[in-house]
């Protein structure tokens, strides 16, 4: 059999019949499966027989057109003409294709898998240790798995298998990209989603490396303890047994738990990119990273003499210390005058860091291993602006929740250099490098924003990703990845 390149789903594994009001529905699990497929570069298919309901009749035909199926009518006493038919049509050879129903029947069975079909029969009760070309699952989730399985057979070595753990939102996002197909993909690639709420040894067995973003698994955060795995951030109980199990198995987890608990912390941060002025050399641009100040009240007495032993001046961002995992961590303000910090609604402790003008332009960064790429956004306004275009009465702090009102100069023409002073791409990618050796991460981003009017460079965002890109060290699917999502402008550079 060659790599899997069509699968026909019976309805008998996607629909189930309510015999109270006798009516037919899509089972969750089917709604999840036909996403995925949908979005697999696999020709996907729907077979039915005839004779049903309307209302079944129906159902399935709004399936078909939701999910861009290609509906498959069998004949109950031949169905392999239908399915030879079907991959004829695909132009695909059978033994890549695969057909997966919930009703056996020995001779059917046969009769299919003698046309180079592969019969998936899902159900413990189906027992086919005598039956070439016919595997089982124990329920539809488990097709992935075996589509990994059997992909792995045909490639080989010469298939790197990514599973992947992220919410499903976030995943359905990268899904509609084209980030994770199941079909192999040029460079020896496919994906397939991990569920933390099924068995991970079937899962992990079928993966070479896991992916994750694991910011999406965290259920609690003790802000009184230092971050820490093992005390502050504490994950889901099925990512804490994936990290077990990756480590007990020696998985290649992207990246280890322990590596990405300083992306959690902005003091943390912020700390480690105070040493960015090793890497800056006197006859080129500058970068370095923003003043800051860690308060854990703001009504402290001396906080202004604070202020300025940390070179601060207003206006300033404040931000909370914790990044995420809690549901005000992105509750920031931008504030312009010091009575401003009274009954200031970030929550403690925060960073207090410099605002600087950048003619609302961000140049977002993302580190894959070695290769370097940076994407070019709108951003916040320069101070002057934000103040003007505030509006609040009786105080000018701008308060704003960063993952959805974050206030941006929707009128600035994107550009890939600013007017004022060129993007040095060298000594950008040189810091890329010096933070990916300092946090030992091998995916994360990070925004650099041009000082206007001045040569110097500023990263003042710096955040764990798996959410732009997934593939790593594979510059041409990388590439494709960034100017799919970013169709803004991006650019490829480094490694």
């Given at each position: 059999m060659g790599p899997v390149k069509g699968v026909v789903l019976d309805e008998s594994v996607l629909f189930s019949v309510d015999d109270d009001e006798n009516s037919t529905h899509l089972l969750p699990a089917a709604e999840k499966m036909l996403f995925r497929l949908q979005y697999s570069n696999l020709h996907v298919g729907i077979s039915y027989k005839e004779g049903l309901c309307s209302q079944k009749g129906a159902l399935i035909q709004h399936v078909a057109v939701l999910y861009t199926l290609q509906l498959v009518k069998l004949d109950v006493s031949c169905p392999e003409h239908a399915l030879q038919a079907t991959s004829s049509a695909w132009d695909v050879i059978p033994d890549t294709c695969i057909f997966v129903t919930s009703i056996l029947d020995a001779v059917i069975c046969r009769n299919i898998c003698s046309k180079g079909w592969t019969v998936v029969l899902q159900g413990l009760e189906h027992t086919v240790s005598d039956m070439s070309g016919v595997t089982t699952i124990h329920k539809l989730q488990d097709l992935l798995i075996t589509l990994s399985r059997l992909n792995k057979m045909a490639l080989g070595d010469s298939v790197i298998t990514v599973g992947y753990v992220m919410k499903w939102t976030r995943e359905k996002d990268f899904l509609k990209r084209g980030a994770?197909?199941?079909?192999?993909?040029?460079?020896?690639?496919?994906?397939?989603?991990?569920?933390?709420?099924?068995?991970?040894?079937?899962?992990?067995?079928?993966?070479?490396?896991?992916?994750?973003?694991?910011?999406?698994?965290?259920?609690?955060?003790?802000?009184?303890?230092?971050?820490?795995?093992?005390?502050?951030?504490?994950?889901?109980?099925?990512?804490?047994?994936?990290?077990?199990?990756?480590?007990?198995?020696?998985?290649?987890?992207?990246?280890?738990?322990?590596?990405?608990?300083?992306?959690?912390?902005?003091?943390?941060?912020?700390?480690?990119?105070?040493?960015?002025?090793?890497?800056?050399?006197?006859?080129?641009?500058?970068?370095?990273?923003?003043?800051?100040?860690?308060?854990?009240?703001?009504?402290?007495?001396?906080?202004?003499?604070?202020?300025?032993?940390?070179?601060?001046?207003?206006?300033?961002?404040?931000?909370?210390?914790?990044?995420?995992?809690?549901?005000?961590?992105?509750?920031?303000?931008?504030?312009?005058?010091?009575?401003?910090?009274?009954?200031?609604?970030?929550?403690?402790?925060?960073?207090?860091?410099?605002?600087?003008?950048?003619?609302?332009i961000v140049y977002k960064f993302y580190v894959l291993g070695e290769r370097v790429f940076y994407a070019v956004r709108s951003s916040t306004p320069n101070a002057a602006s934000l103040l003007l275009s505030s509006g609040n009465k009786g105080s000018s702090a701008v308060i704003f929740d960063s993952l959805k009102s974050l206030p941006v100069d929707s009128t600035t023409s994107l550009k890939s250099d600013s007017d004022e002073v060129k993007l040095d791409l060298d000594i950008v990618t040189s810091a890329a490098m010096w933070m990916r050796g300092k946090l030992h991460l091998t995916i994360f981003g990070f925004d650099v924003v041009l000082q206007m009017k001045k040569t110097k460079m500023f990263p003042v965002h710096n955040e764990y990703y798996v959410l732009k890109l997934c593939i790593i060290n594979i510059s041409s699917l990388s590439e494709q990845h960034v100017s799919h999502d970013n169709h803004q402008d991006s650019t490829s550079h480094g490694g």
């Open positions: 994770f197909p199941t079909m192999p993909t040029s460079n020896g690639l496919t994906f397939i989603s991990i569920d933390l709420d099924l068995p991970l040894i079937p899962q992990l067995q079928t993966v070479d490396v896991v992916l994750h973003k694991a910011t999406d698994e965290i259920s609690s955060v003790d802000e009184g303890q230092m971050l820490s795995i093992s005390k502050g951030v504490i994950f889901s109980e099925g990512m804490q047994q994936l990290d077990r199990c990756m480590k007990h198995l020696h998985y290649h987890l992207i990246d280890p738990l322990e590596n990405i608990i300083p992306l959690l912390d902005r003091d943390a941060i912020q700390n480690i990119l105070q040493d960015l002025d090793e890497i800056n050399n006197p006859r080129s641009c500058r970068i370095r990273a923003p003043h800051y100040l860690k308060v854990s009240k703001f009504d402290e007495p001396d906080l202004v003499e604070k202020l300025n032993q940390a070179q601060l001046s207003l206006p300033a961002i404040v931000k909370p210390q914790i990044a995420c995992g809690v549901s005000n961590a992105h509750t920031m303000a931008v504030v312009f005058k010091m009575e401003e910090f009274a009954e200031l609604p970030v929550p403690l402790p925060s960073v207090i860091q410099e605002y600087i003008d950048h003619g609302s």
